[in-house]
């Protein structure tokens, strides 16, 4: 990724991972702006460098905005608890799910050079090996959640 004149879009800056990109992006010399509803991440980690737009990934009018201007995307924002979303599926879900296309949607769009989207930890569960039974048709999965 070449930085010069580079400008990153970071959904999710405030976060764990995302202040600590930011901060890396914007030694590198990108041209870095945030956008995340600071429901998790905290803007005391953020650096001064970069900008702060306070939103939310579900505003597809305000995602399309930020996108148009970027050269490349890293999505972050995202709702991280686990627990949290089998209390709030439906939150978990239009987060997640719906904010992601809309990210995807706006980058098509725009033609956004690149989209960086890291999976989560919980994504493979606990991986439980299973043999399939000798002489079985059916097809066997690698991972079994
Ligand atoms: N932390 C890890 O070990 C790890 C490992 C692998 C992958 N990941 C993935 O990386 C991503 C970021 O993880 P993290 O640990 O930095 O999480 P985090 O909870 O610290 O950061 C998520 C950020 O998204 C923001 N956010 C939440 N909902 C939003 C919304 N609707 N609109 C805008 N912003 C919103 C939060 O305010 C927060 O700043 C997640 O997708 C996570 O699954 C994390």
Redo the contacts with the bound molecule.
């Keep these: 990724m070449a930085s010069e004149n580079a400008r990153c879009l970071v959904?999710?800056g405030?976060?764990?991972?995302?202040s600590h990109l930011v901060e890396r992006l914007v030694h590198d010399g990108f041209r870095t702006t945030m956008?995340?509803?600071?429901?998790?991440?905290s803007s005391s980690y953020l650096s001064e460098a970069a900008t702060l737009v306070e939103g939310?990934?579900?505003d597809a009018g305000l995602v399309d905005d930020l996108i148009k201007d970027a050269d490349y995307e890293f999505h972050?924002?995202?709702?991280?608890s686990a627990p949290g979303s089998l209390d709030e599926p439906q939150i978990c879900i239009e987060?997640n799910t719906l904010?992601t296309l809309n990210i995807l949607q706006s980058a098509r769009r725009h033609k956004v050079r690149k989209i960086i989207f890291?999976?989560?930890?919980a994504a493979p569960g606990r991986q439980v090996v299973r043999r399939t039974p000798a002489g079985s048709r059916l097809p066997a999965p690698i991972v079994q959640l």
């Design positions: 959904t999710g405030a976060g764990f991972i995302g956008l995340d509803d600071l429901s998790a991440g939310d990934v579900r972050l924002a995202a709702y991280t987060i904010g890291p999976s989560s930890p």
